[in-house]
């Protein structure tokens, strides 16, 4: 079974920068992998922030990348805002499925 | 601007089957790279993804929902809808529907979702 793992929760202060990471137990995290990030706030659907690797959308602050980072996908936000507490998934594509990641909760204190 | 939006009944008894549609407004389900999946999130859960179906009618299910899924279009109202089988209360979530652009297959856009309550 496929599990892709986030750490549960970090914390970040205003102004600070925090890494994310999205791992698969089976393998890496490769470009074929496709990996993409969102963002949920309570009581909202997600909102998309990152597709392939590290490619942003129109709406997507600049302060928010992607990448990979040892066999992992990573998600980078740098001078974070307070607006930027939420929880944040990572997707990954393999063999025609597709898997999310656990999730994790960024508190910005 | 492409939006979706999720339609149904937002209570269900358990054994029932569920039908959850789709309607989507800013581009054709027909495009070629368009695909509309869904995907649920339990309360206070993650979001878990179950299923896909292509411009070209293809379709891809998450396996751990054993057959549970189904999924079809309607190209003349621009709509997809889900079939859930013998729903259990482990099936309380809030369901979305998303736009995939299946060149990079990212989930670009989202429906505002609907909670759908499990229950006798």
């Known amino acids: 079974q496929t599990v892709v793992t986030q750490e549960p929760s970090l914390t970040v202060s205003p102004g600070g920068t925090v890494t994310l990471t999205c791992g698969f137990n089976?393998?890496?995290?490769?470009?074929?992998?496709?990996s993409s990030w969102f963002q949920q706030k309570p009581g909202h659907a997600p909102r998309a922030l990152i597709y392939s690797t590290r490619n942003k959308y129109s709406w997507t602050p600049a302060r928010f990348s992607g990448s990979l980072l040892g066999g992992k996908a990573a998600l980078t936000l740098s001078n974070v805002q307070p607006e930027d507490e939420a929880d944040y998934y990572c997707l990954l594509y393999s063999g025609g499925g597709y898997f999310f990641g656990t999730g994790t909760k960024v508190t910005v204190l | 601007q492409i939006t979706l939006k999720e339609s149904g009944p937002t209570l269900a008894k358990p054994t029932q089957t569920l039908t959850l549609t789709c309607t989507v407004s800013g581009v054709s389900i027909s495009t070629i790279g368009v695909g509309v999946g869904w995907v649920r999130q339990p309360p206070g859960k993650a979001l878990e993804w179950l299923g896909i179906i292509y411009w070209d009618d293809d379709k891809r299910y998450n396996p751990s929902l054993n057959g549970r899924l189904a999924l079809m279009k309607d190209t003349s109202k621009n709509q997809v809808v889900l079939r859930v089988t013998n729903v259990d209360p482990v099936d309380t979530a809030t369901y979305y529907c998303?736009?995939?652009?299946?060149?990079?297959?990212?989930?670009?856009?989202w429906g505002q979702g609907l909670l759908v309550t499990v229950s006798s």
């Open positions: 998303t736009h995939i652009n299946t060149n990079n297959e990212d989930f670009d856009y």
């Open positions: 089976a393998g890496t995290v490769t470009p074929n992998s496709f």
